[in-house]
């Protein structure tokens, strides 16, 4: 885990020096839920579990392709003792921009991996990797802030002992630094100001 946050530091520190002038970064601050199927929720003795905050960091590679960093933590709780144990994980994907839909909504779609922290409601907690593929969009309601939603599966090695293939959906907002984003260097519009 110290050597994946490493990497990832050196990265980020590396990526904002060399390409700052460009624009390229989107933040985001979210609401995650995490839910365990039946056999799952055996093993990690947990339906539902809730956190905040999602961290998000993205950085634009390309007209579609953006790359992904989400850290969330239970670093909030709603109600006191709504977890059965405090989940934590660092994820990056590849996401994929699908064509504009209507009023500013943005779909798209990716894969990645993880790092899941280990459920403290199992006998050996230890962390987890995991493979994910994700869906979902952003509507744009201005040229620099939007709602985003996603729906993560996240699967996990039969052999961990401490945690188990699970979804997450993570929904909150965004703020790009790139208020030209759009296609021939013109900001996106305002969903008001659209035509319908």
Same mark, same amino acid.
């Given at each position: 885990?110290?050597?994946?946050?490493?990497?990832?530091?050196?990265?980020?520190?590396?990526?904002?020096?060399?390409?700052?002038?460009?624009?390229?970064?989107?933040?985001?601050?979210?609401?995650?839920?995490?839910?365990?199927?039946?056999?799952?929720?055996?093993?990690?003795?947990?339906?539902?579990?809730?956190?905040?905050?999602?961290?998000?960091?993205? #950085?634009?590679?390309?007209? $579609?392709? *953006?790359?992904?960093?989400?850290?969330?933590?239970?670093?909030? /709780?709603?109600?006191? +003792?709504?977890?059965?144990?405090?989940?934590?994980?660092?994820?990056?994907?590849?996401?994929?921009?699908?064509?504009?839909?209507?009023?500013?909504?943005?779909?798209?779609?990716?894969?990645?991996?993880?790092?899941?922290?280990?459920?403290?409601?199992?006998?050996?907690?230890?962390?987890?990797?995991?493979?994910?593929?994700?869906?979902?969009?952003?509507?744009?309601?201005?040229?620099?802030?939007?709602?985003?939603? #996603?729906?993560?599966?996240? $699967?996990? *090695?039969?052999?961990?002992?401490?945690?188990?293939?699970?979804? /997450?959906?993570?929904? +909150?907002?965004?703020?790009?630094?790139?208020?030209?984003?759009?296609?021939?260097?013109?900001?996106?519009?305002?969903?008001?100001?659209?035509?319908?």
């Amino acid at each position: 885990m110290k050597n994946l946050i490493i990497i990832f530091m050196l990265f980020l520190s590396c990526s904002l020096s060399s390409q700052n002038d460009q624009n390229k970064w989107t933040v985001g601050v979210n609401l995650s839920t995490v839910m365990f199927g039946d056999e799952a929720s055996k093993k990690v003795k947990e339906n539902f579990n809730m956190q905040f905050p999602s961290i998000e960091i993205s #950085r634009k590679l390309g007209q $579609n392709l *953006s790359v992904d960093f989400i850290y969330t933590v239970e670093f909030l /709780q709603s109600r006191k +003792g709504v977890n059965a144990f405090k989940y934590s994980s660092f994820d990056t994907y590849l996401r994929y921009e699908l064509p504009e839909l209507f009023l500013n909504i943005v779909p798209f779609g990716g894969i990645g991996f993880g790092y899941i922290k280990g459920a403290t409601t199992t006998p050996n907690p230890q962390g987890s990797l995991s493979l994910n593929i994700m869906g979902g969009a952003t509507i744009w309601v201005s040229e620099r802030v939007g709602l985003t939603g #996603r729906i993560m599966y996240k $699967n996990v *090695s039969s052999s961990s002992e401490s945690m188990a293939s699970h979804f /997450q959906g993570i929904g +909150g907002i965004v703020y790009n630094f790139n208020i030209n984003s759009a296609a021939g260097g013109e900001g996106r519009k305002r969903i008001w100001d659209e035509k319908h």
